[in-house]
C-alpha cells in the first residue's frame, strides 16, 4: 500500500467556534453551543481535491474532568463528519493530567493515524489554533501550520505557516503540498 498525505486538523477553533470566557477559548460542552465555522467545508474540499486525508485530531479533556459527557462530545463530532464527510476522528478523552500519550502536544493520534491508514507523515501537515498542536505536528514529523487566533502562541517550536483561517490554511497547504494520489 502506497503511503498517502494527510491534513491532521484540530477541532476546536479550527473546524468548530471555541467559546471565549474571559479572553481563552473552550471547547463547546453542549451540542446547543456547538456551530462548525464558516470556510470549513470549503477547506476540507480543496485539502480532498489536492489529495490529502482529512484526519480530525482533537484534545476534549473536558470529558476526562468530568466537565462534559463522551457521549455529547461524540455525538458533536459525528455531526461535523456528517457535514464534512472526514476520513478519520482522533479524540484524546483525558483530562490534563493524566499522563497519556495520545493528548497533544505528544503526537500519539497522528501517530496511530499514520499507522492505522498508511500515512506518509513527512507529507503530511498538522492545522491548529493552538501550541500544542503545532508541537503535535514536529513531533509526529509532519509540517504545521498554525491558525493565529489571537489567544495563543507557539513560542519553543514556530509552525512552518501561520494563517488567519482554516480557509487560507487549506491554501497554504494546497500551494505548498497539495498533490494528486
Known amino acids: ?48 481535491q489536492a489529495g490529502f486525508l482529512l484526519v480530525l485530531a482533537t484534545n476534549q479533556p473536558d470529558v476526562g474532568n468530568g466537565l462534559v459527557s463522551r457521549e455529547e462530545v461524540e455525538r458533536m463530532n459525528e455531526a461535523l463528519d456528517r457535514a464534512l464527510n472526514l476520513d478519520a476522528i482522533k479524540v484524546c478523552f483525558h483530562g490534563q493530567h493524566e499522563g497519556c500519550d495520545c493528548r497533544k502536544p505528544l503526537p500519539g493520534m497522528l501517530l496511530d493515524a499514520a499507522r492505522e491508514m498508511s500515512i506518509d507523515l513527512n507529507r503530511s501537515y498538522m492545522v491548529g489554533d493552538r501550541r500544542s498542536d503545532v508541537e503535535a505536528g514536529h513531533a509526529a514529523g509532519c509540517r504545521t501550520v498554525f491558525i493565529d487566533q489571537g489567544y495563543d502562541r507557539p513560542e519553543k517550536i514556530l509552525p512552518d505557516f501561520t494563517v488567519g483561517s482554516v480557509v487560507e490554511a487549506a491554501e497554504v497547504i494546497t500551494r505548498n503540498g497539495g498533490t494528486l494520489q
Open 1 to 48: 500500500m502506497v503511503a498517502r498525505s494527510a491534513a491532521f486538523l484540530d477541532r476546536d477553533g479550527v473546524l468548530v467556534r471555541s467559546l471565549l470566557r474571559y479572553g481563552k477559548p473552550h471547547a463547546p460542552t453542549c451540542f446547543e453551543d456547538f456551530e462548525i465555522l464558516p470556510g470549513s467545508e470549503k477547506a476540507v474540499d480543496l485539502l480532498r
